[in-house]
């Protein structure tokens, strides 16, 4: 079965960090590329990285390039978002993606909220 678990979220200042981890299990995660998605209040869920298998490739939404990275850690069956220089509109529940098996497969999600 797989399962994907979120967990680093909180309340931090405008121009704050944080580091989403993403525990994984029931698949081989080390074969499988892994995404974060976030969905604000009202808002549909968008896209905001994604790593290949390796490590090796990355790609970021244009709202969150430069301020995010994404990388994993293939010995733990862990994926990372470090988030840098939060604003407000960073605000939003974060998500873990993966699609092993053809199946897409989805966390409960951890909040993240950027206020002052």
């Known amino acids: 079965q797989v399962q994907l678990v979120e967990s680093g979220g909180g309340l931090v200042q405008p121009g704050g960090s944080l580091r989403l981890s993403c525990a994984a299990s029931?698949?081989?995660?080390?074969?499988?590329?892994m995404s974060w998605y976030r969905q604000a209040p009202g808002k549909e869920r968008e896209f905001v990285a994604f790593i290949g298998s390796t490590g090796r490739s990355t790609n970021y939404a244009d709202n969150v390039k430069g301020r995010f990275t994404i990388s994993r850690d293939n010995a733990k069956n862990t994926v990372y978002l470090q988030m840098n220089t939060l604003k407000p509109e960073d605000t939003a529940v974060y998500y873990c993606?993966?699609?092993?098996?053809?199946?897409?497969?989805w966390g409960q999600g951890t909040q993240v909220t950027v206020s002052s």
């Open positions: 029931g698949f081989t995660f080390s074969s499988n590329g």
């Open positions: 993606y993966a699609a092993p098996f053809g199946f897409a497969s």
